[in-house]
């Protein structure tokens, strides 16, 4: 087994955040849910262990810095204004992770884009972006959360759908701006969806 960053290590096997996290106690327990969602999809889907510590320690860092101040975090993103202030804290953590030698670019793309969505993500991003949303401490459409956590990881393409429909169908309802990341994201997810629904048609 390839060794694994100390803050890797500590966040996937301890559930320890690195010390320059900004979390309250109820974000700790957030972000350790989210871990152990990601942890039990790696399980199920077969992957090895490495592979499972560094699903968790995603989960567990993803929001690092959610708590952290708007102006100490614009000055480490690039393009900082390109990004709307409940946003930052995704990019922000990801490059104090790379600042601290964490070069694992899967891994930081995740977190970059986990509010959003990326036309890029691959597995380990799309299950962060869901197991944000589909983590059973939240309250808010319990039951919906639970029917989509009891379709994963067996029935992930459609889930993945279903969660990114709900995300986006707040923010139209709230009359927010969809970034263009989001949209990327969309059409890059529900192209296959399309395709066989064309193929059936
Ligand atoms: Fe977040
Ligand atoms: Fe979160």
């Known amino acids: 087994m390839a060794k694994l960053h100390p803050i890797i290590h500590a966040a996937g096997i301890e559930e320890r955040p690195p010390d320059w996290a900004v979390m309250s106690p109820a974000r700790i327990s957030h972000a350790r849910r989210v871990g152990r969602l990601m942890r039990d999809w790696a399980d199920a889907l077969g992957h090895d262990r490495q592979t499972r510590i560094r699903w968790r320690a995603t989960g567990l860092l993803h929001d690092a810095f959610k708590e952290e101040a708007v102006e100490a975090l614009r000055p480490l993103v690039d393009a900082a204004e390109e990004w709307p202030d409940p946003l930052l804290h995704g ?8 600042a601290s030698g ?46 989509l956590r009891r379709r994963m990881p067996h029935d992930w393409p459609a889930v993945l759908v279903d969660v990114a429909t709900v995300k986006i169908g707040i923010l139209i309802d709230c009359l927010l701006p969809v970034s263009r990341a989001t949209a990327g994201f969309w059409e890059a997810i529900t192209g296959p969806v399309v395709a066989n629904r064309k193929a059936v048609d």
């Open 91 to 98: 990019p922000a953590c990801a490059n104090r992770l790379r």
């Open 102 to 147: 964490v070069n694992d670019e899967p891994l930081l793309r995740a977190i970059a884009f986990h509010t959003t969505g990326h036309r890029d993500l691959d597995a380990l991003g799309q299950a962060l972006y869901m197991a944000d949303f589909l983590e059973p401490g939240r309250i808010a459409s319990g039951q919906e959360r639970a029917s």
